[in-house]
């Protein structure tokens, strides 16, 4: 069976939690990637090197003269492998394991490997096994334990559910020590939600040269390559330029680039606004987009000065990369020499998309004179406001900012734009457009939607984005202030004193409802009574707050919008879900990996475009929510199609099987296999049986217990035979029955675990006995029944607005002052009554 996804990210969180304890994941991240990437090159070359074996031998060479044949380089310098040396290799690091000093072993096998493969010089001497970690060095036997953790699986190409398995898995690894290492997480790490955003607004293609100037573990380049992948061009091929000033991190960037296939990518270690790596016969180098995510509020340089007195840091190529002008030297306000820098390397009509704080948009000193000097040259196109607590490592709301750099135009050099856009910034103010996590919010397809295609489409929503021009920009000392130009804070709970006195809704609130209450086609007169000319009242039958839910959910008007949303998507999915399991074997050996991945976002698209054609007619959901509907799902089940197109319906199956069993073995986890969408479907009947053994399993542990006389606790003597004899006779069941119901548990309880003991022979014979057709139609219907859930969300979100509409109204306004005073009357009367009945007024 393939190697799944989350069999992979299950394996490499387990070898962290070997190192866990004795250190953070700051510190621990770089040996688990250096453990990963080892074992990666090693199965690798030891498939390369049984083909070059088997090739010798079929030319006619003896088994030991083909192996002999096999230790010449020449063979691995095709690309995707590297030379390993013997002691390098895992096999040899699995023999001589049990020795001592076991960080030696290690340290020499990744030094092995970058000594004799030219493209991994630098990459992995970062990477020290015999480092101390405060007091001692890691344990030999932890990393013995590593050792034979990484040997459970073979990690070559042919192992995977889909291709870029690895990939795919290094950056959830990324992901989640970066969430481990909370503060220090923001240093290597940007949230792949904003990546995927950022990359969509300035749409990296084949021919571009793509560039990073703070590339962390390299995210954005891997995801500027997958987005060339999903428009039909090969993104292993993209030219990916980056520059990290962490050593460490550095390394980890380049592996990544590895294991997701790219070769050529060009990353630099070291500090980019002291030094610039990207440097041409003199020249700085320049790409057609860039797009980053640099340290908030770093140093600009120091103060230090030289022996004559004068600044002793000096930047390279400072007149080309700072014109607009410095902040001082050591001020932590280097965000927009960072930009600037970028600038400075960005292509004539080339874009810039960069993650800021806000504190760079209305900062003055040399600051305005920077953004004075950006705005002049029409260089801003977007200034877009996120949420809060997005990012790794600080809780302040961030910004992206959009930049495209000026042309020539004879001898005079203007704006880039679109000749629509120039003179113009647009603002979008997405700080509500979020999620709320546990620990961090995040952006789902919806927002990300909503925001691209704003800026896509330069639409000026109210509430949400606005056009402004540079004039306006420049009478407002070049002031960006998200909020001072697209105000999306709420407007003020209305509060009528009279409604407030004498009770009644005011019909103005009321109105100011009518697009929700329409959208989901609820007449709120079925509600509400005629009160006067402005007020409304509550209809007689809504005589307590508990019965507004029920009345507003079985409104007919509500339900037959909601029946219509139901349909539409039925008939859409009747019509364009059995595309999905076209894709089916789209991805070979032999095939096209970029051609597999244009038609799967040509399906995305068509989908897309029919989904939002058919619901947004209907008009209970927006656009953007209609969107993010087909979004949600695609992110949602974006492996599951990869390996639809690498091993069809039947793979995908089977590759949920394995992810099902792998969860059941893993005794840390909590997840039930029960739950699983296959499960549910393929072996309903299993699940019900276990149900319902685990409903009389529960009924007679029940009943026994009520049955049974116990003791209080610490009692003893008498008052444990009093305790004892009020519960005879308390329960009426006598000595057969109870014993009785133990011999059925014991039996019940012998069934549930036959039963569940059993679990992966039944799975396995329910997915190893659907036929291709079979496999095709069930998963249709989970993957419709994903959807549909995700529609259902989309509506219930929506009635519950209403729902809160009509309880707000109750709590403000169903309960007068007039009434809350009579009930004050009463009460202080009844005082009374009782006061003076003590005798005491």
């Given at each position: 069976?393939?190697?799944?996804?989350?069999?992979?990210?299950?394996?490499?969180?387990?070898?962290?939690?070997?190192?866990?304890?004795?250190?953070?994941?700051?510190?621990?991240?770089?040996?688990?990637?250096?453990?990963?990437?080892l074992?990666?090159?090693?199965?690798?070359?030891?498939?390369?090197?049984?083909?070059?074996?088997?090739?010798?031998?079929?030319?006619?060479?003896?088994?030991?003269?083909?192996?002999a044949?096999?230790?010449?380089?020449?063979?691995?310098?095709?690309?995707?492998?590297?030379?390993?040396?013997?002691?390098?290799?895992?096999?040899?690091?699995?023999?001589?394991?049990?020795q001592?000093?076991?960080?030696?072993?290690?340290?020499?096998?990744?030094?092995?490997?970058e000594?004799?493969?030219?493209?991994?010089?630098?990459?992995?001497?970062?990477?020290?096994?015999?480092?101390?970690?405060?007091q001692?060095?890691?344990?030999?036997?932890?990393?013995?334990?590593?050792?034979?953790?990484?040997?459970?699986?073979?990690?070559?190409?042919?192992?995977?559910?889909?291709?870029?398995?690895?990939?795919?898995?290094?950056?959830?690894?990324?992901?989640?020590?970066?969430?481990?290492?909370?503060?220090?997480?923001?240093?290597?790490?940007?949230?792949?939600?904003?990546?995927?955003?950022?990359?969509?607004?300035?749409?990296?293609?084949?021919k571009?040269?793509?560039?990073?100037p703070?590339?962390?573990?390299?995210?954005?380049?891997?995801?500027?390559?997958?987005?060339?992948?999903?428009?039909?061009?090969?993104?292993?091929?993209?030219?990916?330029?980056?520059?990290?000033?962490?050593?460490?991190?550095?390394s980890?960037?380049?592996?990544?680039?590895?294991?997701?296939?790219?070769?050529?990518?060009?990353?630099?270690?070291?500090?980019?606004?002291?030094?610039?790596?990207?440097?041409?016969?003199g020249?700085?180098?320049?790409?057609?987009?860039?797009?980053?995510?640099?340290?908030?509020?770093?140093?600009?340089?120091?103060?230090?000065?030289?022996?004559d007195?004068?600044?002793?840091?000096?930047p390279?190529?400072?007149?080309?990369?700072?014109?607009?002008?410095?902040?001082?030297?050591?001020?932590?306000k280097?965000?927009?020499?960072f930009?600037?820098?970028?600038?400075?390397?960005?292509?004539?009509?080339?874009?810039?998309?960069?993650?800021?704080?806000?504190?760079?948009?209305?900062?003055?000193?040399?600051?305005k004179?920077?953004?004075?000097?950006?705005?002049?040259?029409?260089?801003?196109?977007?200034?877009?406001?996120?949420?809060?607590?997005?990012?790794y490592?600080?809780?302040?709301?961030?910004?992206?900012?959009?930049?495209?750099?000026?042309?020539q135009?004879g001898a005079n050099?203007?704006?880039g734009?679109?000749?629509?856009?120039?003179?113009?910034?647009?603002?979008?103010?997405?700080?509500?457009?979020?999620?709320?996590?546990?620990?961090?919010n995040?952006?789902?397809?919806?927002?990300?939607?909503?925001?691209?295609?704003?800026?896509?489409?330069?639409?000026?929503?109210?509430?949400?984005?606005?056009?402004?021009?540079?004039?306006?920009l420049?009478?407002n000392d070049?002031?960006?202030?998200?909020?001072r130009?697209?105000?999306n804070?709420?407007?003020?709970?209305?509060?009528?004193?009279?409604a407030?006195?004498?009770?009644?809704?005011?019909?103005?609130e009321?109105?100011?409802?009518?697009?929700?209450?329409?959208?989901?086609?609820?007449?709120?007169?079925?509600?509400?009574?005629?009160?006067?000319?402005?007020?409304?009242?509550?209809?007689p039958?809504?005589?307590?707050?508990?019965?507004?839910?029920?009345?507003?959910?079985?409104?007919?008007?509500?339900?037959?919008?909601?029946?219509?949303?139901?349909?539409?998507?039925?008939?859409?999915?009747?019509?364009?879900?059995?595309?999905?399991?076209?894709?089916s074997?789209?991805?070979?050996?032999?095939?096209?990996?970029?051609?597999?991945?244009?038609?799967?976002?040509?399906?995305?698209?068509?989908?897309?475009?029919?989904?939002?054609?058919?619901?947004?007619?209907?008009?209970?959901?927006?656009?953007?929510?209609?969107?993010?509907?087909?979004?949600g799902?695609?992110?949602?089940?974006?492996?599951?199609?990869?390996?639809?197109?690498?091993?069809?319906?039947?793979?995908?199956?089977?590759?949920?099987?394995?992810?099902?069993?792998?969860?059941?073995e893993?005794?840390?986890?909590?997840?039930?296999?029960?739950?699983?969408?296959?499960?549910?479907?393929?072996?309903?009947?299993?699940?019900?049986?276990?149900?319902?053994?685990?409903?009389?399993?529960?009924?007679?542990?029940?009943?026994?217990k009520?049955?049974?006389?116990?003791?209080?606790?610490?009692?003893?003597?008498?008052?444990?035979?009093?305790?004892?004899?009020?519960?005879?006779?308390?329960?009426?069941?006598?000595?057969?029955?109870?014993?009785?119901?133990?011999?059925?548990?014991?039996?019940?309880?012998?069934?549930?675990?036959?039963?569940?003991?059993?679990?992966?022979?039944?799975?396995?014979a329910?997915?190893?006995?659907?036929?291709?057709?079979?496999?095709?139609?069930?998963?249709?219907?989970?993957?419709?029944?994903?959807?549909?859930?995700?529609?259902?969300?989309?509506?219930?979100?929506?009635?519950k607005?209403i729902?809160?509409?009509?309880?707000?109204?109750?709590?403000?306004?169903?309960?007068?002052?007039?009434?809350?005073?009579?009930?004050?009357?009463?009460?202080?009367?009844?005082?009374?009554?009782?006061?003076?009945?003590?005798?005491?007024v």
């Amino acid at each position: 069976m393939p190697l799944t996804l989350p069999q992979l990210e299950r394996h490499l969180f387990k070898a962290a939690d070997i190192l866990r304890g004795k250190m953070d994941a700051s510190e621990f991240k770089e040996y688990i990637f250096g453990m990963l990437f080892l074992k990666r090159c090693s199965d690798v070359f030891e498939q390369r090197r049984s083909e070059v074996i088997q090739l010798e031998i079929e030319a006619g060479k003896t088994p030991a003269k083909a192996q002999a044949t096999a230790e010449n380089k020449r063979w691995y310098k095709k690309d995707g492998y590297f030379w390993v040396p013997k002691e390098s290799r895992y096999s040899y690091i699995v023999d001589n394991s049990r020795q001592a000093n076991v960080g030696s072993l290690l340290s020499k096998a990744l030094a092995g490997i970058e000594g004799e493969n030219v493209s991994l010089y630098d990459v992995l001497e970062h990477i020290d096994f015999t480092r101390k970690i405060g007091q001692s060095k890691i344990p030999d036997i932890k990393l013995q334990q590593l050792i034979t953790h990484f040997s459970l699986h073979r990690l070559r190409n042919e192992d995977f559910e889909f291709p870029d398995l690895l990939g795919a898995a290094y950056e959830y690894l990324i992901g989640e020590f970066a969430d481990s290492a909370g503060k220090k997480g923001g240093e290597f790490y940007t949230p792949r939600s904003v990546v995927r955003m950022m990359v969509r607004l300035i749409k990296p293609e084949l021919k571009h040269d793509i560039y990073d100037p703070c590339c962390g573990s390299g995210g954005m380049l891997i995801a500027a390559k997958e987005y060339i992948d999903e428009h039909g061009e090969d993104g292993r091929k993209a030219n990916l330029f980056g520059q990290e000033f962490n050593g460490t991190v550095w390394s980890i960037a380049k592996m990544n680039m590895l294991l997701h296939g790219i070769s050529t990518a060009n990353l630099q270690n070291e500090d980019t606004l002291a030094d610039p790596q990207h440097v041409e016969g003199g020249e700085l180098m320049h790409f057609d987009r860039v797009l980053t995510n640099p340290p908030f509020s770093v140093h600009w340089g120091n103060t230090e000065k030289d022996a004559d007195g004068n600044p002793a840091w000096k930047p390279r190529f400072e007149a080309e990369r700072f014109p607009y002008g410095q902040v001082p030297l050591g001020a932590k306000k280097a965000d927009l020499m960072f930009l600037q820098h970028m600038l400075a390397v960005t292509r004539d009509g080339g874009m810039v998309a960069t993650v800021m704080p806000h504190g760079v948009l209305f900062r003055g000193g040399e600051e305005k004179t920077i953004r004075a000097g950006i705005i002049e040259d029409d260089l801003l196109e977007a200034v877009i406001g996120v949420a809060p607590n997005l990012f790794y490592g600080t809780g302040i709301p961030a910004c992206i900012l959009v930049l495209r750099q000026r042309v020539q135009h004879g001898a005079n050099r203007v704006s880039g734009k679109p000749a629509e856009r120039q003179g113009k910034v647009l603002f979008i103010n997405a700080d509500r457009e979020y999620f709320e996590g546990r620990a961090q919010n995040f952006l789902l397809p919806e927002h990300i939607e909503k925001i691209v295609t704003t800026f896509d489409e330069f639409r000026a929503i109210d509430g949400f984005s606005a056009i402004v021009d540079n004039a306006t920009l420049k009478a407002n000392d070049y002031n960006l202030n998200i909020r001072r130009y697209a105000d999306n804070a709420p407007p003020p709970e209305p509060h009528d004193v009279r409604a407030h006195l004498v009770g009644g809704i005011p019909k103005a609130e009321v109105a100011d409802k009518a697009r929700l209450f329409s959208a989901h086609g609820l007449n709120p007169l079925d509600l509400l009574i005629e009160r006067d000319a402005k007020y409304y009242d509550f209809a007689p039958a809504l005589d307590t707050r508990q019965t507004l839910k029920p009345a507003i959910e079985t409104n007919a008007g509500l339900l037959a919008k909601e029946a219509a949303i139901r349909t539409a998507f039925e008939h859409w999915w009747a019509e364009h879900g059995v595309r999905i399991t076209a894709l089916s074997g789209q991805i070979t050996a032999d095939s096209d990996t970029a051609m597999a991945s244009a038609s799967l976002v040509a399906l995305r698209n068509d989908l897309l475009a029919s989904f939002s054609q058919s619901l947004e007619a209907i008009g209970m959901l927006d656009p953007f929510q209609v969107r993010g509907i087909v979004a949600g799902f695609w992110y949602q089940t974006k492996y599951d199609f990869l390996t639809l197109m690498a091993r069809g319906a039947k793979g995908v199956a089977d590759a949920w099987r394995t992810s099902i069993v792998t969860a059941l073995e893993d005794k840390a986890s909590k997840e039930s296999p029960l739950e699983h969408k296959l499960v549910k479907f393929l072996m309903s009947d299993f699940v019900e049986a276990i149900t319902e053994l685990e409903a009389k399993k529960a009924e007679l542990d029940s009943q026994i217990k009520a049955a049974s006389p116990k003791s209080a606790e610490g009692e003893d003597g008498e008052a444990a035979e009093a305790a004892e004899d009020e519960a005879d006779e308390e329960n009426a069941v006598d000595e057969a029955q109870l014993k009785a119901w133990k011999k059925e548990l014991s039996a019940v309880k012998k069934q549930l675990k036959a039963k569940n003991d059993s679990f992966k022979q039944h799975i396995a014979a329910a997915v190893d006995g659907l036929t291709p057709e079979a496999a095709a139609e069930l998963l249709l219907t989970i993957l419709h029944n994903d959807m549909q859930a995700i529609v259902e969300r989309y509506m219930a979100a929506q009635r519950k607005q209403i729902v809160a509409a009509f309880e707000n109204w109750w709590d403000k306004y169903r309960v007068t002052l007039t009434e809350i005073e009579g009930k004050r009357d009463e009460a202080a009367k009844a005082l009374q009554g009782f006061l003076k009945g003590l005798g005491y007024v």
